[in-house]
């Protein structure tokens, strides 16, 4: 497979796994729903359907993984995306510390939504009622990713700073830096994967199902506003 074929056919990918997506979501949307309407709730059911989102998020990097080892940076470049979500991107994705800014973001908002019944000692088992263990251990998860994210932002900025090479090396020269590069970006994917299900594991049902359903909101949020951006752009050219 040519390397102008690989990203076309992750750019098809791309397409049809967010499409995927909004499937899964919909099924765990109604699950979520189901739990809050039960008397008794229904955990198993959202487990279910958060497990089903994680192993598209799984399908994605594998796949991802197989496109970058065929044109990295073709991976690097992302012409699938948005200008506004390329902008963005940290090592050819997301940046994994994002989760953590989106998971407080998603508490403080619940907590003061839902203070009154808090203060009264109702437990509503969702992501304003973390509890102090949780808080800790998502903290500890943070401080683990962001060593791992400034290392491999490090690396990447020591790859830039030999750039000459790539111009002024050999042929085998120029193959063991695209070599690297891969390596780097694949280190970068394993950590986004690790980092967003570190953060579900250590969530009950419910706020799993919070929690992926605010980041894939905040996903498709992004690519909309980008492609709509990139559109009026386009007109006033």
Same mark, same amino acid.
């Given at each position: 497979?040519?390397?102008?074929?690989?990203?076309?056919?992750?750019?098809?990918?791309?397409?049809?796994?967010?499409?995927?997506?909004?499937?899964?979501?919909?099924?765990?949307?109604?699950?979520?729903?189901?739990?809050?309407?039960?008397?008794?709730?229904?955990?198993?059911?959202?487990?279910?359907?958060?497990?089903?989102?994680?192993?598209?998020?799984?399908?994605?990097?594998?796949?991802?993984?197989?496109?970058?080892?065929?044109?990295?940076?073709?991976?690097?470049?992302?012409?699938?995306?948005?200008?506004?979500?390329?902008?963005?991107?940290?090592?050819?994705?997301?940046?994994?510390?994002?989760?953590?800014?989106?998971?407080?973001?998603?508490?403080?908002?619940?907590?003061?939504?839902?203070?009154?019944?808090?203060?009264?000692?109702? %437990?509503?088992?969702?992501?304003?009622?973390?509890?102090?263990?949780?808080?800790?251990?998502?903290?500890?998860?943070?401080?683990?990713?962001?060593?791992?994210?400034?290392?491999?932002?490090?690396?990447?900025?020591?790859?830039?700073?030999?750039?000459?090479?790539?111009?002024?090396?050999?042929?085998?020269?120029?193959?063991? %830096?695209?070599?690297?590069?891969?390596?780097?970006?694949?280190?970068?994917?394993?950590?986004?994967?690790?980092?967003?299900?570190?953060?579900?594991?250590?969530?009950?049902?419910?706020?799993?199902?919070?929690?992926?359903?605010?980041?894939?909101?905040?996903?498709?949020?992004?690519?909309?506003?980008?492609?709509?951006?990139?559109?009026? %752009?386009?007109?006033?050219?």
């Amino acid at each position: 497979m040519s390397q102008e074929t690989a990203i076309t056919s992750f750019k098809k990918f791309q397409q049809s796994w967010i499409e995927q997506l909004q499937l899964h979501l919909n099924h765990l949307r109604s699950a979520q729903n189901h739990h809050r309407n039960s008397v008794e709730g229904d955990e198993d059911r959202l487990r279910e359907a958060a497990e089903r989102v994680m192993e598209h998020c799984r399908e994605y990097h594998r796949v991802q993984w197989t496109t970058t080892e065929k044109d990295v940076i073709g991976v690097m470049a992302a012409p699938w995306l948005s200008a506004l979500e390329r902008s963005l991107h940290w090592v050819g994705g997301w940046r994994p510390t994002t989760l953590f800014h989106l998971i407080y973001t998603e508490s403080s908002i619940l907590f003061e939504s839902r203070i009154v019944d808090i203060l009264r000692g109702f %437990r509503t088992g969702d992501l304003s009622d973390l509890s102090p263990s949780q808080f800790r251990k998502v903290s500890e998860l943070q401080c683990e990713t962001v060593k791992e994210e400034n290392a491999i932002t490090e690396e990447l900025s020591e790859w830039q700073d030999d750039a000459s090479e790539l111009v002024m090396g050999t042929m085998t020269d120029r193959d063991q %830096r695209i070599r690297r590069l891969t390596e780097i970006v694949h280190r970068a994917d394993d950590l986004r994967l690790r980092t967003v299900t570190g953060v579900v594991e250590l969530l009950r049902p419910l706020q799993q199902a919070e929690f992926l359903i605010a980041a894939a909101e905040l996903r498709t949020g992004v690519s909309g506003w980008g492609t709509s951006h990139d559109r009026r %752009r386009t007109s006033d050219i």
